[in-house]
């Protein structure tokens, strides 16, 4: 049956506060719209009761797998007391199997007046294995019971891209990037089933946030890629619709291209992702200058010819590059490959881009790429990220109204579990650029994005990060019926109030998934 929405407001996002009455739905498709809600037979009007409705809301950098698992599991994210985290740990462990992995998330020691704990303080609470993931999930702290499991002591090297931190010589725990992920390649192995949950699971919180879709990254992780994809199959369909855009890690994608996966309207193809540089917290983002708390430059995953040839890598598959970077050096270097290697068709992917310079920028927007931007970094790097990177190079940190000001599309995303998956939390702090606790005036404001724009971010904006809008972000005649409805309008909410703002509905596919208000 034809489905009318009306008595909103409904804005399309074409245009900054442009609006209709109503639209009518038939089947997943959107077959008209109106500047006044018409009289029409054999048609169920679904009354949306003064609630504002949005084309579908989608996240472009997440990790669907990695926040089912954040969610089900052990996660510290939350926690402001190492007392909690102990016990947690020790209740975890209590009757763990020996041979098992206890990986714990969310670990954040900005939130323990900067107490860092190492494996010292694990091995006085357990002698099982025991990873703890830092929320970046570019360090983690692991105790002595899995460095003897890989056989690895003081004396160990670094190796290219990962990074042993050691205190007078001595392993204190602490694990970054490549030396981290070859420790998790072993411990996080997933059977399908198992997978199955933690997307499904994922899945569900996510429509309950207002996202239709995500652009996810998790086919290097979890044993065999296919599991995972199988995974997604097992939870998505037509009956229980979602849409995800699959980034494909280096390390899979020649296996991944081979493979015969059934991609569709739900599941679509994407680029190829690898990582240029680390994270902000543990101080592996690269960047150009030192870092003003510590004596170091970060840390490069590959040397610039090796990155080039990631570049060259996804040009002879003619595909397009994802690549993540935090620091400006980092962004240089990525920038450098794609000119050395420019794509064939379609739009490179810069993820992230935090701290960037001026030349940067100019050069991002001559090379026609896309980026993938987290607000959510903004509410949990500031105040510590001045003292870590100094204030000179604040003025072009996050800068995400300087990229839309140069054009360059900029799609919303959380990098969930790191940050929250609410895209209403990330549309605030894009907008007011501080955690809804900070009781300063924002950080760096001169970046900060109108309510319109931080919406756009996962409307508009995502769409073209997906090359699809002509099917999606925005509410037009013959465009897919993916629409998020929420409680209140956010254009007239006070700023200061919009990470409150609920979601009252999650329509996929012209289905309404999620129903909070009995909308009808």
């Not at 983690?140 to 670094?158: C, G, M």
């Not at 065999?224 to 890690?249: E, G, M, S, T, W």
């Not at 000119?339 to 810069?350: F, I, K, Q």
């Not at 919009?498 to 909308?519: C, P, R, S």
Request: with cysteine; aromatic share 10%; glycine share 6%.
């Amino acid at each position: 049956m034809l489905e009318l929405y009306f008595n909103g407001p409904i804005y399309t996002m074409k245009h900054d506060n442009e609006t209709v009455q109503a639209v009518l739905v038939d089947g997943n498709r959107i077959k008209a719209i109106y500047q006044e809600v018409p009289e029409l037979k054999d048609v169920k009007y679904i009354d949306l009761n003064g609630k504002a409705m949005f084309p579908g809301f989608v996240d472009t950098h997440i990790h669907l797998v990695g926040t089912g698992i954040a969610l089900r599991g052990v996660n510290f994210k939350d926690d402001d007391d190492i007392e909690i985290i102990i016990e947690k740990i020790r209740n975890a462990t209590e009757n763990m199997d020996d041979g098992s992995f206890l990986i714990c998330e969310g670990y954040n020691e900005n939130q323990l007046d900067g107490y860092k704990i190492t494996k010292d303080d694990i091995d006085a609470i357990t002698d099982k294995k025991v990873i703890i993931k830092r929320v970046c999930r570019h360090a983690a702290i692991v105790n002595s019971s899995v460095f003897e499991y890989f056989n690895i002591n003081d004396n160990v090297a670094d190796m290219p891209g990962g990074h042993y931190e050691k205190v007078d010589g001595m392993l204190n725990g602490w694990v970054h990037d490549n030396a981290m992920e070859a420790m998790l390649e072993v411990a996080s192995i997933e059977d399908e089933a198992s997978l199955t949950g933690h997307v499904e699971y994922a899945v569900q919180q996510f429509t309950q946030a207002g996202l239709t879709g995500v652009h996810t990254e998790d086919l290097a992780y979890y044993n065999d890629f296919k599991d995972v994809l199988n995974a997604y199959q097992n939870v998505i369909n037509k009956d229980n619709p979602f849409r995800l855009n699959i980034l494909r890690h280096t390390d899979v994608i020649e296996d991944v291209v081979q493979y015969h996966f059934d991609y569709n309207d739900y599941f679509r193809p994407d680029a190829m992702k690898c990582y240029a540089d680390g994270a902000l917290g543990g101080r592996t983002a690269l960047f150009s200058e030192p870092y003003s708390d510590e004596d170091t430059y970060g840390l490069a995953i590959y040397t610039p010819d090796e990155l080039a040839e990631q570049v060259k890598k996804a040009r002879d598959l003619d595909i397009n590059i994802a690549v993540h970077m935090i620091g400006d050096k980092a962004v240089e270097m990525v920038l450098d490959a794609i000119e050395a290697h420019p794509p064939r068709s379609g739009r490179d992917r810069l993820i992230h881009v935090s701290f960037l310079r001026e030349d940067l920028i100019e050069r991002m927007a001559r090379l026609n790429i896309i980026c993938d931007i987290q607000p959510m970094f903004v509410a949990s790097d500031f105040p510590w990220a001045i003292e870590r990177v100094g204030t000179s190079r604040i003025r072009y940190s996050y800068p995400w109204k300087s990229l839309l000001d140069k054009g360059i599309i900029c799609g919303g995303g959380s990098d969930s579990p790191i940050e929250d998956f609410r895209p209403m939390s990330g549309i605030a702090a894009a907008v007011n650029r501080k955690a809804a606790e900070d009781k300063s005036d924002g950080y760096n404001m001169v970046e900060a994005l109108s309510v319109f724009e931080a919406i756009s971010l996962y409307t508009t904006e995502a769409a073209k990060v997906a090359d699809n809008i002509s099917e999606y972000g925005t509410i037009e005649e013959g465009k897919i019926a993916d629409f998020t409805i929420l409680k209140e309008d956010p254009f007239k909410v006070d700023r200061l109030q919009l990470h409150k703002v609920e979601v009252a509905g999650t329509v996929i596919d012209g289905k309404m998934i999620y129903n909070a208000e009995n909308i009808n």
